[in-house]
């Protein structure tokens, strides 16, 4: 099965810092699509940004943006200047050329004030 | 716009009981899409509609059954419980084109005794 692995179940950031949560994936698709999703405690899944991967450039999103490396199959999410907001489980996501997305296991931020 | 709705929010069970958890949105979106999320595993594809009268199992489809007879409206039923089942269900949506972004519903929480 073609999977996404995030490698990192927690982790924490001193408000206002810098923080890169990780996820590499498998895929044996040419083009596909990435997400971050961000989950906070009500458990509402929010998109926090995406990524074409016909496109080289990487996304970003305000505060957010990501590291993609189409040959290393890796996408990683950056965000700068954490705020306490930020604090909730974060979800990377591939879709290829199917209709479904497949989640990684999350990775649970904790912002510290 | 309601945008993804589901109900109910909780719900608990007993073994072998049968019930149906709503799914409904108001974009028109085509395709149509129900997870379940389990603690450590992140959200894993149920079953999967691309418009109505059409559905197809996604990675975990045992003990659960959809139609989609409307655009609107995809239901998911469990047709005798089990404690496996507890767990948290996301319903979702997205119109047709590859490019497009799934929108979630705010997931119903359900508990198998």
């Known amino acids: 099965a073609q999977t996404v692995t995030q490698s990192q179940p927690e982790m924490s950031v001193q408000e206002a810092e810098t923080v890169t949560l990780s996820c590499t994936y498998d895929?044996?698709?040419?083009?596909?699509?990435l997400f971050w999703y961000k989950q906070p405690p009500s458990r509402q899944m929010i998109l926090v940004i995406r990524q074409e991967a016909y496109k080289q450039q990487n996304a970003t999103e305000n505060r957010f943006s990501v590291n993609f490396q189409k040959a290393a199959k890796s996408f990683s999410l950056k965000i700068s200047d954490s705020q306490l907001g930020d604090t909730a489980m974060y979800f990377c996501?591939?879709?290829?050329?199917?209709?479904?997305?497949?989640f990684g296991k999350g990775t649970k931020l904790s912002v510290i004030p | 716009n309601a945008g993804v709705t589901q109900t109910p929010k909780f719900q608990v069970l007993k073994t072998g009981q049968s019930m149906t958890l709503q799914c409904a949105q108001d974009?028109?979106?085509?395709?149509m899409s129900w997870y379940r999320q389990d603690p450590g595993m992140g959200l894993r594809l149920i079953h999967y509609s691309v418009g109505a009268g059409i559905t197809d199992q996604g990675e975990v489809p045992n003990g659960y059954n959809v139609s989609r007879s409307t655009t609107e409206d995809f239901p998911l039923r469990l047709l005798s419980a089990a404690p496996s089942q507890t767990s948290v269900y996301f319903c979702?949506?997205?119109?047709?084109?590859?490019?497009?972004?799934?929108?979630f519903g705010p997931g119903t929480r359900l508990l198998v005794l």
């Open positions: 895929t044996s698709e040419s083009n596909y699509y």
């Open positions: 979702a949506s997205r119109p047709r084109g590859t490019q497009e972004t799934q929108y």
């Open positions: 996501a591939r879709r290829a050329g199917s209709y479904q997305l497949t």
């Open positions: 974009m028109n979106h085509e395709y």
